[in-house]
């Protein structure tokens, strides 16, 4: 499975709290994503729908996306 430039959308993000999920055709499950991971600089904010591409990683609790771009800029 290719765990690297996965393109996906974002299912929710909570701009409050710094952390959301996001859903891709590749995995059946959602796919953790904190605000740490999303590349860029400044205060970083995810909108909901928002097309993006990212890697993923296998923690303890499942898949969490790293290294997240706005599709635009992928």
Do not use: P
């Not at 765990?3 to 409050?16: A, L, P, Y």
């Not at 729908?49 to 800029?73: D, P």
């Amino acid at each position: 499975m290719n765990t690297e430039n996965i393109q996906g959308h974002v299912k929710w993000f909570d701009n409050r709290k710094g952390f959301g999920f996001l859903r891709c055709d590749q995995f059946d499950e959602d796919i953790f994503i904190h605000y740490s991971n999303i590349s860029g600089e400044g205060y970083k904010v995810l909108e909901d729908g928002q097309a993006v591409c990212f890697g993923v990683i296998k923690g303890e609790k499942g898949w969490h996306a790293r290294e997240v771009q706005v599709l635009q800029t992928c």
